[in-house]
């Protein structure tokens, strides 16, 4: 290395300095601490370590770069390229190409260590690569008579020497592989090293897939997705419905099932780290990897999931005072759950909130990080109870409210999951009174030519939750309910839309067209159903405003697959979510799986939530005196008293019928039915 130095500039960070000629990049990004990233440790091996050498005059910074300035390409350079394939034009390994004279260097994503992985539009923020579970490479020294170190002591002394990795364990998993790798591996190894304090793994030689799984158990659905743990790609997502479906519908009859069979927890326990594991099978399959690629998993669940999943018996978490075992994140080892991934991988659980409030709520938190700004947010999480968050960055309040499966589908007449057939869509003619729908399964309309063909035999089936709101809020607005949520029988209407059933009326979307088909029609008990849930839910959100002492909302968050497909306008015409400008509410995807991926890809994360979750403050809506008189207003459709002035700055109102002005429609069958 000369004495004469040059200078170097590294973009995008902007650092620069000035070093000997003959010093290698690598080095001097080091140095400097800029970003970049290495399995290898320079060896010109794995090529995480590329950078890209800008040519020409950068004025601003004074510098003239060329690839020139920068030593010719080296024999370890070719060989990588022989083995990976040629480096895009102007690309070098850093840990080889070493500095002849002042040069500008870019620093791709995909070789920094903590870069900025993207997230989806719907997702407002990026997620920063720093994972728990981190790859190294080193060349070990050979054993000796001379020399009376064992192997493991040997691998520590050199993960110490070229990574300045100290007090390493090694894991017992780790100790009857490390004289095999060492053989096949001709003394060279990977090893991985666990919160930079255990070594879980080793494979002989370069290993460069690191895998970990982001998990999100909910009662009905759980879903993983697979990761690189190197550059934090997502590399498979797969799904099943919970196998816990068979002991209970809903998280409350899966408890009673417990109760009454004591020997059921330990069933559920074991059914589900069953999906897990085959789901495990099903994505390393999917990328023809091994299951003992994946390191890590991390896993979101509501409180019962959550603790039948750890086999924590849930009985408590199904009366007052909803007593949690543990609220604590958790790290564990895979194998301490019968969980199949490397022996020595591990667990990440994020904390519980409350007793109704779990750790899906903390991966919601962790996704939309409503603490990190001056906006007052609202984030929901519909599900059998919906789990609300109110806050901004100087509080926060979390609560859960029972909002029952009406949303999903269940207890409605012609109710139903979100499958082939399921109505989805609903629009009603505010003069005719006739509707038009669309099913999942077709992109037509009920009234468009080719929608019989369009949806085959399988025909018109149901109506799942999506399509019940919007079935009762077009009926509100066209005046077929009211306020109160009343089926108007008094309306005429095409085709006995409105018919009298048991006692009440009801509405007819679709009329059967074949043997075997029901019609589907939504009943006044639907509409109460809709209400109790919606109710509920408002009332949950009034209790945490009035706890916060603003009414102000500034933008509201609907997470989940329920928030997902629902028409959010037509959620706030029948008063689910309080009103707001309809530009500030918007769907969150499934944020609690996004939660679990932050917590995989960024172990910094971790830390940030299990503080947040403690700064929350809770609050229980079942001891709460004015809940039930916030879920009394909250019945009428929006609202009894709140105005929705926003809403209906931006939509017609509902239309107001009385027996005079209802368009075409003059009272009749009065007296036959009775809300
Ligand atoms: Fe691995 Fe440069 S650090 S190739």
Redesign the pocket.
């Known amino acids: 290395m000369s004495d004469e130095s040059v200078k170097i500039l590294f973009m995008p960070s902007g650092r620069r300095g000035s070093f000997p000629k003959g010093t290698p990049v690598?080095d001097a990004a080091r140095s400097l601490g800029v970003d970049i990233d290495?399995?290898?440790?320079?060896?010109?091996?794995?090529?995480?370590?590329r950078v890209e050498c800008m040519s020409g005059h950068f004025p601003k910074h004074g510098l003239t770069s060329d690839t020139e300035n920068l030593s010719p390409f080296s024999v370890t350079e070719a060989r990588?390229e022989e083995r990976k394939g040629t480096l895009p034009e102007r690309h070098r390994?850093?840990?080889?190409a070493t500095l002849l004279n002042d040069v500008v260097i870019d620093v791709p994503p995909e070789s920094q260590v903590h870069r900025q992985i993207i997230r989806k539009e719907t997702e407002h923020r990026d997620i920063r690569l720093n994972t728990a579970t981190r790859l190294h490479y080193v060349e070990v020294e050979s054993a000796s008579l001379e020399d009376i170190r064992g192997e493991a002591q040997l691998l520590l002394d050199a993960l110490k020497r070229d990574w300045e990795l100290e007090n390493l364990r090694i894991e017992a998993n780790v100790l009857p592989r490390l004289q095999k790798a060492l053989i096949e591996g001709k003394q060279a190894v990977t090893v991985a090293v666990y919160n930079a304090q255990d070594v879980i793994a080793i494979w002989p030689g370069l290993f460069e897939s690191p895998r970990g799984v982001a998990i999100d158990v909910g009662s009905t659905t759980v879903a993983a997705h697979l990761c690189d743990l190197g550059n934090g790609e997502v590399l498979g997502t797969a799904s099943v419905m919970n196998p816990q479906i068979r002991f209970g519908e809903d998280l409350m009859s899966r408890v009673s099932y417990i109760m009454m069979h004591p020997e059921g927890a330990g069933e559920m326990t074991a059914v589900i780290r069953r999906a897990l594991n085959d789901l495990f099978v099903e994505l390393s399959e999917g990328v023809a990897g091994d299951l003992e690629d994946i390191l890590e998993i991390t896993l979101v669940a509501n409180p019962i999931m959550h603790h039948i999943f750890l086999g924590i018996d849930p009985v408590n978490l199904g009366g007052a005072p909803f007593a949690l075992t543990t609220t604590e994140a958790l790290e564990l080892r895979a194998k301490d759950l019968d969980i199949n991934i490397h022996p020595g991988g591990r667990v990440y659980v994020l904390p519980c909130i409350a007793g109704h409030v779990g750790a899906d709520s903390a991966g919601v938190i962790l996704a939309e990080h409503p603490e990190q700004d001056a906006e007052m947010t609202l984030v929901i999480d519909v599900g059998t109870n919906a789990e609300i968050v109110l806050g901004n960055k100087d509080r926060m309040l979390v609560c859960s409210t029972p909002t029952g499966p009406a949303f999903e589908g269940a207890q409605i007449s012609s109710g139903q999951r979100a499958t082939f057939g399921a109505i989805e869509r609903v629009r009603i003619d505010r003069e005719t009174l006739e509707p038009r729908f669309k099913v999942i399964g077709s992109d037509l309309w009920s009234n468009e030519p080719g929608f019989e063909q369009a949806i085959g035999t399988i025909g018109v089936t149901g109506i799942c939750g999506s399509g019940i709101i919007e079935a009762v809020a077009e009926m509100f607005l066209a005046g077929i309910v009211s306020t109160d949520g009343v089926v108007n029988g008094d309306l005429e209407s095409q085709n006995s839309r409105i018919f009298a059933s048991d006692r009440t009326w009801s509405y007819k979307l679709h009329s059967a067209t074949a043997e075997g088909q029901s019609d589907i029609s939504v009943t006044q008990n639907d509409i109460r159903q809709i209400q109790l849930a919606k109710a509920a839910l408002y009332a949950g959100v009034k209790l945490l405003q009035d706890h916060m002492g603003t009414q102000q909302i500034d933008r509201i968050r609907l997470a989940g697959a329920f928030g997902s497909h629902i028409s959010l306008s037509h959620a706030m015409v029948l008063g689910l979510i309080p009103d707001c400008p309809l530009e500030n509410v918007s769907a969150a995807g499934n944020a609690a799986g996004m939660g679990a991926r932050i917590a995989l890809l960024d172990r910094d994360s971790r830390g940030h939530i299990e503080k947040i979750v403690r700064w929350a403050e809770r609050i229980e809506t079942a001891v709460e005196d004015k809940f039930q008189d916030y879920f009394v207003d909250a019945m009428a459709f929006p609202h009894k008293s709140d105005p929705f002035t926003h809403l209906f700055g931006e939509i017609p109102p509902p239309v107001v019928r009385t027996q005079q002005s209802a368009a075409g429609n003059t009272r009749r069958r009065r007296g036959r039915a009775r809300s």
Do not use: D, K
Request: aromatic share 6%; net charge positive.
């Open positions: 690598l290495s399995v290898c440790g320079g060896r010109g091996l794995c090529g995480r370590c990588f390994l850093s840990c080889h």
